[in-house]
């Protein structure tokens, strides 16, 4: 049984200007929902892994299934659900539809959640 007391307070007393401050700058629950799925999209290894293929290039679908030793019907899948969420972009070129990452913002999650994982 764990004991949750060294998580409590014990004295009960509301410090009311840090809470007008949270409660000020505290981001609106619409914007905190689409930050939560977010992060969902990356709670998936097999995504993790095809951003850090992109991390190197630009690369087909046909080059992923080869990189992560999976079916391209995997990876399409994968790939729609981190383009619905502009994680990676697509451009085709003649019957080949390459992707890569959408812009800095990706890489910046992943390099800071990798150093936060080796701290």
Same mark, same amino acid.
């Given at each position: %049984?764990?004991?949750? +007391? ?6 009960? #007393?509301?410090?009311? &200007? !840090?809470?007008?401050?949270?409660? =000020? ?9 689409? !930050?939560?799925? @977010? ?9 993790? =892994?095809? @951003? ?15 990189? @992560?030793? %999976?079916?391209? +019907? ?15 972009? +697509? =451009? =085709? &070129?003649? #019957?080949? %539809?390459?992707? +890569? !990452? ?11 959640? %990798? ?5």
């Amino acid at each position: %049984m764990t004991d949750y +007391s060294s998580f409590a307070c014990e004295e009960t #007393k509301v410090h009311e &200007e !840090l809470l007008e401050k949270v409660k =000020r700058d505290l981001p609106d629950e619409d914007k905190l929902y689409d !930050l939560a799925e @977010l992060f969902k999209v990356f709670g998936d290894s097999t995504r993790i =892994r095809i @951003l850090f293929v992109l991390f190197e290039a630009e690369v087909c679908v046909c080059d992923l299934a080869s990189a @992560l030793c %999976m079916t391209q +019907s995997a990876i399409s899948h994968q790939l729609k659900i981190l383009k619905a969420n502009k994680l990676v972009k +697509s =451009r =085709r &070129e003649g #019957k080949a %539809m390459f992707y +890569s !990452l959408a812009d800095d913002h990706v890489r910046t999650i992943i390099e800071q959640g %990798m150093e936060h994982v080796e701290e």
